[in-house]
């Protein structure tokens, strides 16, 4: 554990050696929510759907959800699909360590800024609009490690896609602009249809972020309520068995440099 | 007529190491028609709640991610892929390597790779599901509307290529700028692009965003003037305007940023 945290820290630091780059990567964070919250605020100017309260709270809720379990960008995705690319995981593979821990623990050092910010982001956001119940609460909570979850097997999935393929940019572009979309990234799901809706919240991407924010308006738990519990639980266990399966068995065909 | 010669090297060679990657070739194309697709839903979902945005119909929200379309390709995969590569080659210390050529730097670092395939490959399917879902007899297009629209756009795409070039070069003087590269990059791409309309801005930032930080011109303006909201001819002279000034800037940048450039090799 503490060879991760060293590797956490150390890459955090390399990218802190760039005070200027930190600057800008804050601004990156911030320009993000606010052309957000801007787009919203001038598309739903006329109407009455969201208050600017709501809206605000909405997509803090929403950035930060998916930028802390890296739902949105697939940071550790990103790392592995890069390492594989480079040759450089040939490296981590053949030290006496696990290769997902290692990525994982690189990977939070690069974005480490982006965390710090997205934490505060959802404090923020909590903030402005807080749980209705402290069962709302402990359901957020809940929910919020589930959607880490199904993020860690997205990201694990698009890393293990790599050791097949090499390049996947492509699929990766296209997992991505289809999870933005409907897991509540950049339109909350109350836009679709109730039937849509309801058929989209069988399938995992609604818990990435829509889930863990409707809920946090909740009172009691009704029929609904239980059975996004269940579906939550059902998906983070399967998809991380079948992906860490994935994993393996393309890692026992990958062709390393060297070979 | 010897950087003619240049570029379409560059073309061949780009095009030959495009086509190494088989498999990813066909999932992008598959990633880019799954992105229209989505953002055609995207705008339809919102317009099933709203009757427009900013003034904008849902016919005229698509015709600016058409023209969004035409920027992100000819930026993202020709300016950003060899923007990132000068980053990357400062930072580690290759950029010696392309001082070392006898060519000219800044046009051979803009330009070092061209990977008009993947443009065409990808951008083409994805501007005809536009072009498909669009309901034309719905806009009142112009001809001289047109031709001013698409003259602005092209315009734009090169000022957008300028100008995140500009955003690289602190790399000569910090020797890391991806993060101030991406930063603009969201920035423009968020404020210019992404169905973000020219009449959704008070006056001050359509001013800023046109004159001082142009990220409106390629999409936003291009087509403001498409469906006739703004003057086609004031809008094409201050895009060239904004194209012949910053590109001297970018020159004057360059040339600075290549006196105090302290290669690997110093």
């Keep these: ?16 050696a760039y005070p200027l780059e930190v600057v800008a990567y804050v601004l990156k964070y911030f320009t993000k929510v606010i052309f957000l919250i801007a787009f919203w605020n001038v598309t739903l100017g006329s109407t009455n759907l969201f208050t600017q309260k709501e809206l605000i709270a909405y997509f803090l809720l929403a950035t930060s959800i998916s930028d802390i379990t890296m739902a ?3 940071n550790l995705g990103r790392t592995l699909r890069r390492s594989i690319r480079s040759g450089g995981i040939n490296q981590i593979l053949i030290k006496p360590m696990n290769a997902i821990f290692y990525m994982y623990s690189e990977t939070l050092g690069q974005i480490g800024t982006k ?5 505060l982001s959802l404090l923020v956001a909590l903030t402005i609009n807080p749980p209705t119940t402290p069962l709302s609460a402990l359901l957020f909570i809940f929910f919020l490690i589930n959607s880490f979850c199904i993020s860690f097997a997205y990201n694990l999935f698009e890393g293990s896609l790599a050791l097949n393929i090499t390049e996947v940019n492509g699929i990766k572009n296209a997992m991505h602009h289809i999870s933005r979309l409907l897991s509540g990234q950049i339109v909350p799901l109350t836009f679709f249809s109730e039937h849509l809706r309801n058929l989209l919240l069988v ?3 609604p ?33 991380n068995l079948l992906v860490l399966s994935y994993w393996r068995t393309s890692l026992k065909k990958y062709d390393a440099a060297g070979n | 007529m010897q950087n003619l010669k240049l570029i379409t090297k560059i073309i061949k060679n780009s095009t030959e190491l495009d086509l190494a990657y088989f498999w990813n070739n066909w999932l992008s194309l598959l990633s880019v028609v799954i992105y229209m697709a989505t953002n055609i839903l995207f705008i339809d979902i919102i317009f099933s709640k709203v009757n427009n945005i900013a003034g904008y119909s849902r016919d005229e929200i698509l015709l600016i991610s058409l023209t969004s379309q035409f920027w992100f390709f000819f930026t993202s995969m020709i300016f950003i892929k060899n923007i990132q590569n000068f980053i990357k080659d400062v930072n580690r210390g290759d950029f010696d390597l392309i001082l070392s050529k006898p060519l000219p730097s800044l046009l051979y670092t803009m330009f070092r790779n061209i990977n008009l395939l993947a443009v065409l490959r990808e951008g083409v399917p994805s501007a005809f599901l536009i072009v498909v879902v669009i309901k034309w007899t719905n806009l009142n297009l112009e001809f001289s509307n047109i031709a001013f629209g698409i003259l602005i756009m092209i315009t734009g795409t090169f000022i957008s290529g300028i100008i995140n070039f500009i955003f690289s070069l602190p790399v000569f003087w910090l020797g890391q700028s991806q993060s101030i590269g991406d930063a603009f990059y969201q920035l423009e791409d968020l ?6 309309v020219l009449e959704a801005y008070p006056n001050i930032l359509k001013i800023f965003f046109t004159f001082f930080l142009p990220t409106l011109v390629s999409s936003s303006i291009s087509t403001s003037v498409l469906v006739g909201k703004s003057n086609a001819v004031e809008m094409l002279a201050a895009s060239i305007f904004v194209f012949i000034t910053f590109s001297m800037i970018l020159k004057f940048l360059w040339n600075l940023g290549l006196k105090n450039y302290t290669s690997a090799s110093s």
């Design chain 1, 1 to 16: 554990m503490e060879l991760y945290t060293r590797i956490m820290t150390f890459t955090f630091r390399s990218f802190l």
């Design chain 1, 72 to 74: 949105d960008s697939g």
């Design chain 1, 115 to 119: 965390i710090i910010l997205a934490i």
């Design chain 1, 203 to 205: 399938t995992p991407v």
């Design chain 1, 207 to 239: 818990y990435l972020a829509f889930v863990p924010i409707s809920i946090l308006t909740i009172k009691t738990i009704d029929s609904n309520t239980l059975a996004q519990i269940l579906i939550a639980i059902f998906w983070s266990i399967t998809l």
């Design chain 2, 191 to 196: 404020s210019g692009h992404s169905n973000f």
